[in-house]
């Protein structure tokens, strides 16, 4: 007998959340047990490309992307990702594939020679935060909350590879996203709005142009810092590590101290969920969040 679909997903962490950004997986995976959400690894999928082959050769970028796709299929289930940019790489690819069967047949032809089954089109493709919104609903996430958040001033950054071009998102992204606002309020957090919540980190200018990228990325952060942000938040690992492993270097550019935690959504989740320090990985953060839970008297084991 199949595995039911209901709450059970190919789990795609993506290839930061493998080496550098492993606390977000492990939050990812242990919220999503507490809530019976069952996250099925991929062990023969491939990085997905990340942009970068899909500028080089678009047809090797989709026949790629095809490839995981079939390997969900054959499993049964949706993909859940917890990184913006392999979320908006599968999209993409997976829009074109299943609008235009001409051109699905064609990269299946390729799969076929590789001896990999074909994509037939009846995957889709989620982010971990509207797992949790939409499929398991906001209240089964408070029945999980041991410690609430106390009001705990929480800047959301939603990262733009999430949300443009919402076309493609089909109303889960756009210009007023809502899904990382909505959690930390079941959480008992209160979001903080600025300009930068739904703008871009600037990872991929990281090697273009450093300067520019460390500015980006500290006035997003030294921004929700002057609204009155206590922690700073992110669905994907790249703005993970743009705000918060970059951040000091962006305090040397600017030549301001910002000292904004910030932290996966995942690990938030897990702290109002009760788990412990050493589960989520908050030893690993480059800002200590201890503090500014201590001061909401959010305690973690």
Known sequence: ???????????YPGCAAKQIQKEADWSAREISKQLGVTLHDMPAATCCGAGNLQEHDLAAALAVNARIFSQAEEMGMDIVTICNTCLQTFTFANERLKKEPELREKINTVLKKAGVRPYDGTIDVKHLVWVLVDDVGVEKVKKQIKNPLGGLKVAPFYGCHALRPSEVFHGRGGQAPKYLDTLIAALGGESVDYKGKDKCCGFHYMLVNEKEFLSMSGHHSLEAK?????????PCTLCDMSLGAYQSRSEKHLGVKI???????????????????????????HQDV?????ARNIKVA
Do not use: C, H, W
Not at 1 to 11: E, Q
Not at 226 to 234: D, L, Y
Not at 262 to 275: H, P, R
Not at 290 to 294: M, S, T
């Open 259 to 285: 000292n904004l935690p910030e932290m996966n959504i995942s690990q938030l989740v897990g702290v109002a969920f009760g788990l412990d320090k050493k589960t989520l990985g908050l030893n690993r953060l």
């Open 226 to 234: 002057t609204r009155g942000a206590e922690v700073m938040v992110s």
């Open 290 to 294: 201890q503090p500014a839970l201590r």
């Open 1 to 11: 007998m199949g595995i039911s679909k209901d709450l059970n997903y190919a789990y």
